[in-house]
Every structure is written in structure tokens, then in C-alpha cells.
């Protein structure tokens, strides 16, 4: 190689060829890795088709809430005296919980007694008058109208102390009322007023009362998992009663079942969701109103059900297919037919069987014959649940339906 006798030149043609040489090797080395790849094939996570009986099951965000809850109100106006009761404390039907100053509804009895007893008097000289009359008409000793006249008083009289003695009732209904007693038996709450209170007839709330057992669970359900649970559940024309459970906020199932006993007519026009109280029996009061569980509906269960991941399906032009790892090793798309959703998972009717293996992630651009490097998974692997998690639906939605 023929090099410059000048130093500076001769280094700058040596740094120049090492560059030249060093860039072939890095370009040779990224087309051997690139060759490489192609050859491994795409990288994806794949899991073999399961095959067993599956229930249907859902669970949903609820809230428990007492079956009997009374705000208790007083009937008549006036300041608190007397509370016979304190809050959180248990009570029987009839037991008396307050009681309003009664001096004024006193007076007013004795006013309507002294009312009631004038126009009794004056009913009871009516009548004797008028019997008189009667004697004296006979005797034609007086007109045919004098006697009338007489009879439309009495009548009047009568009317008189009818109302007397409404107004009379009416009062010592006032006075009975300055007591309030619990209209239920139950456990009142902490919201009870304080002696010396004034309350308002029909407004002021003195206390809540409610009981404990039993107690609902409420829950909203969707529209389409409505539709698509209720479908599930007729099997020949009769309807499964569905199992429920919950689930309490600390992870522990309850121990006692429960049983759907109400639900709405109509769907929540804010929340578009249909609200639903299940019956739970709550002997020990473990259940307090306000607790938040999760609902969990099981019902029937699909024999040998093949089941497929949801994030394994792709839908286009109104058909359903998966990726399969074909006998190659080389993926295949296979078109099938789908049935229930049941948590993560499709209930595959037709296109699969349990010797296939589906891909469940890396199906970003992953098209059909190309060699693919799998890696097995389990669906613990992967978070897959058998179980319908609505979460979605929160203490938002439930309050909102709390009014209906």
C-alpha cells in the first residue's frame, strides 16, 4: 500500500480505512441478527384451549341496606321534655321514645270538652222542645210548620255537636301524640335530637329506627349483562334460581345465602343500569347498613365447556376468529363461533378443540403462516378469571339508584 510521506496525511488515510472496515463489520452483524430473528420466528405467549364444566357466574359492587328503615317524626309541634331512649340503643314496637310539652294540647282538650259539653246542652233542649211540639201537633194546638221548624233546629243542633265532639277526638288525639313511641322494633341510630329540641309536626326527624334481620344487598346490573345472564339462566322454557353470595369488604365470604327478592321496573336514566335487592338473613347483625360487598350470581352451569381467553378473540367484518399454533409451528387463523362470556373467557360453540393452542398476546400485526417462538402460559399466568368482575359499577351509581 503506497502511503504519503507526510505524517498528517498518511494518519488521516489509516483512520479513514479502519472507519471503512469497522462499518462493514457493524452491517454484517445487524443482518446476521435481523436473519436470526426471522428465523426464531415472532415472539408470542400462547395457551392451550380449556375444556371443562363452567358456571355461570357475575359479581357486582352492592351495598348493604336495612329491608325496614323508619324516620321517625313527631304528629304534633312543639319542644322535647323528656327522651326515654339514646342513640344505637335496640327497641321493641310501642316502646315510648320522646315526649313533646303537652301543656297547650291539655288546654286544648278541656276547651273542646267545654265546647262538646254546650253543644250537647243545647242539642238535649232542642230535642225536648221538639218532643213537646210533637204532642202539641197532635193536639192541633200548633201549625204542621212550627213543628218543622223545630226539627230542622234539633237537626242543626245534632251537626253542631257532632263537630263538637270531632274537635274533642281531635284533641286528645293531639295530647296522646306528645308521646312518640317506636313504630317497629329495631335499633335506632346516633342521629336522635337532644332534649329541649323544637320540632315541627311532619318535618323534623327525631330519630331513624331500623332492623337488622334480615337485610338487603343492593346491586346494579347492566342492561346487556341483564339480557345476557337472563338468557342464561332459562333453560326449557324454566328459570334457574340463581345462587347468591357476597362477599365482605375484608375479603371474607358470608357464610348464609341469599335470594333475589326485588328489583326495579325500569332501567336508571342516569346510570342506564337496572337496580336489584337480594334477602340476606343477618341472625348475629354481622350485616350493618352502609357495608359495602360484592354480590356474586351463579346459576347454571355449561357442561364441558370450551373456553377460549376474550383478549385471544379478533373480530373483523362480522366474523370471529383466533390465532392457533398450527402443527408447524406457524400461526393459523381459525374462524369460530361464539357463546357466553363467563369473566376473561369466550364459550367457544364451534371452531375449536382442546388439542388447540391459541395465542393470547402478541397478536399486534401478527399475521396468518408466520413461524412463530411460543412461550406457554397458564391463565394464572395471566390474570384469567372464570368470575365477571363489574367494579365499574361504583358507590355512585348505587347511591344514585337509592332514590328510586
Not at 350470581?297 to 385471544?312: E, F
Request: hydrophobic share 40%; net charge neutral; aromatic share 6%.
Amino acid at each position: 500500500m503506497f502511503l504519503p510521506k507526510n505524517k498528517k496525511t498518511r494518519a488521516l488515510l489509516i483512520g479513514v480505512s479502519l472507519a471503512v472496515a469497522t462499518s462493514f463489520v457493524v452491517v454484517g452483524c445487524g443482518a446476521d441478527k435481523q436473519q436470526a430473528a426471522q428465523m426464531q420466528g415472532a415472539q408470542v405467549k400462547a395457551m392451550q384451549v380449556i375444556q371443562q364444566d363452567t358456571p355461570l357466574t357475575s359479581e357486582f359492587a352492592g351495598q348493604i341496606v336495612g329491608k325496614d328503615e323508619v324516620k321517625v317524626q313527631s304528629k304534633v309541634s312543639g319542644n322535647v321534655v323528656e327522651k326515654y331512649v339514646k342513640g344505637g340503643q335496640w327497641v321493641e314496637a310501642g316502646q315510648p321514645l320522646y315526649r313533646i310539652d303537652d301543656r297547650q294540647y291539655q288546654s286544648a282538650v278541656w276547651q273542646a270538652q267545654a265546647n262538646l259539653a254546650q253543644a250537647m246542652a243545647t242539642l238535649g233542649n232542642a230535642q225536648n222542645d221538639l218532643g213537646r211540639y210533637a204532642d202539641l201537633v197532635k193536639a192541633s194546638a200548633i201549625s204542621r210548620q212550627t213543628y218543622d221548624t223545630q226539627a230542622s233546629t234539633v237537626n242543626a243542633y245534632q251537626a253542631a255537636a257532632d263537630a263538637a265532639n270531632a274537635l274533642y277526638i281531635k284533641a286528645r288525639q293531639d295530647l296522646a301524640d306528645t308521646t312518640i313511641y317506636a313504630p317497629m322494633s329495631g335499633q335506632l341510630a346516633v342521629d336522635d335530637v337532644a332534649v329541649g329540641t323544637f320540632v315541627t309536626a311532619g318535618n323534623t326527624n327525631l330519630v331513624t329506627i331500623g332492623s337488622s334481620n334480615p337485610v338487603y344487598a343492593k346491586f346494579n346490573i347492566s342492561e346487556t349483562d341483564y339480557l345476557s345472564y337472563m338468557g342464561a339462566l332459562m333453560q326449557g322454557g324454566n328459570q334457574v334460581k340463581p345462587i347468591v353470595t357476597i362477599t365482605m369488604s375484608d375479603g371474607t365470604q358470608y357464610p348464609l345465602e341469599g335470594e333475589i327478592v326485588e328489583s326495579d321496573r325500569a332501567l336508571s336514566e342516569n346510570t342506564g343500569t337496572l337496580t336489584v335487592k337480594a334477602l340476606f338473613n343477618n341472625p348475629n347483625g354481622l350485616l350493618m347498613p352502609g357495608m359495602f360487598a360484592r354480590v356474586r350470581l351463579s346459576g347454571q352451569t355449561i357442561p364441558n365447556a370450551i373456553l377460549v381467553p376474550q383478549r385471544a378473540v379478533q373480530q373483523l367484518l362480522g366474523k370471529s376468529f383466533v390465532m392457533v399454533v398450527n402443527g408447524d409451528g406457524k400461526s393459523e387463523a381459525r374462524n369460530v363461533t361464539l357463546g357466553s362470556k363467563v369473566g376473561s373467557y369466550y364459550v367457544i360453540k364451534d371452531g375449536l378443540t382442546t388439542a388447540d393452542v391459541v395465542v393470547v398476546e402478541g397478536l399486534s400485526n401478527l399475521q396468518e403462516g408466520v413461524a412463530l417462538n411460543v412461550t406457554m402460559v397458564t391463565a394464572d399466568d395471566m390474570g384469567f378469571s372464570l368470575i365477571t368482575d363489574m367494579s365499574k359499577f361504583n358507590s355512585n351509581a348505587i347511591a344514585g339508584s337509592s332514590n328510586k
